[in-house]
């Protein structure tokens, strides 16, 4: 079935390092895929979406990779902060409507 | 003031008991979701609502039911709570592709 999923359930890194977060999906058919982080006590909150007719897509601090012919998303965080300790979920839109959520993988940012 | 809101924050009930988890938004968005999320399961879709006259189920709607009285409230109910329904609570609403979560909703049925 269709399933999202992550390669590791914790990740922890220096602050001022740079912080990758994989993914890998399932169903070929999604047209976007997103990155969600959740903090402590907190609804997640959208980071940055990609198309999935793109390989590439920067914001502020964060990259996203999609590699399509291995069904894999990554997230790449530069610099990481403190403030960056979170849950990061990723997503795939598939329908229009539906959002397929993977487990999550839990940073951690050492002082 | 937040933009989705959710009531209540925390509540504890007993096996059977009818429970209501309220939604609130202010973002005027049509598209409203109901999502509950386990430790290692990320989150799992209840209901969703594309507008006030249409409610879909969701991929583990059984033993809830949903209302939409308004564009802006959007409540999930427990009809008779039993203790695997134990979880944290997401209301969210999506314009594009971007959907925006309410602080949750924290269940315990014992």
């Known amino acids: 079935g269709e399933s999202v999923g992550l390669h590791l359930p914790t990740l922890s890194v220096q602050e001022g390092d740079n912080s990758i977060i994989n993914c890998a999906y399932s169903n070929s058919a999604s047209d976007y895929f997103i990155w969600y982080k959740q903090e402590s006590g907190k609804g997640p909150q959208f980071i940055i979406d990609?198309?999935?007719?793109?390989d590439k897509r920067q914001g502020q601090r964060v990259t996203v990779l999609l590699n399509k012919t291995v069904k894999h998303l990554s997230l790449q965080i530069a610099a990481t902060q403190p403030g960056d300790s979170a849950v990061y979920f990723c997503?795939?839109?598939?329908?229009?409507?539906?959002?397929?959520f993977g487990a999550g993988t839990r940073l951690f940012v050492k002082a | 003031d937040a933009d989705v809101t959710q009531t209540p924050r925390n509540r504890i009930t007993k096996t059977g008991k009818r429970i209501m988890l309220e939604c609130s938004q202010t973002k005027g968005h049509d598209r409203m979701y109901w999502y509950r999320q386990d430790p290692g399961l990320g989150l799992r879709l209840i209901y969703y609502s594309f507008d006030v006259k249409d409610i879909n189920k969701g991929e583990i709607s059984d033993g809830y039911s949903v209302s939409r009285q308004a564009q802006a409230k959007f409540s999930l109910s427990l009809e008779s709570a039993i203790p695997n329904q134990t979880a944290l609570y997401f209301c969210?609403?999506?314009?594009?592709?971007?959907?925006?979560f309410g602080p949750g909703t924290r269940l315990t049925v014992l």
């Open positions: 990609i198309r999935s007719n793109m």
């Open positions: 997503a795939e839109n598939t329908g229009g409507f539906k959002t397929i």
């Open positions: 969210a609403t999506r314009q594009g592709n971007e959907q925006f």
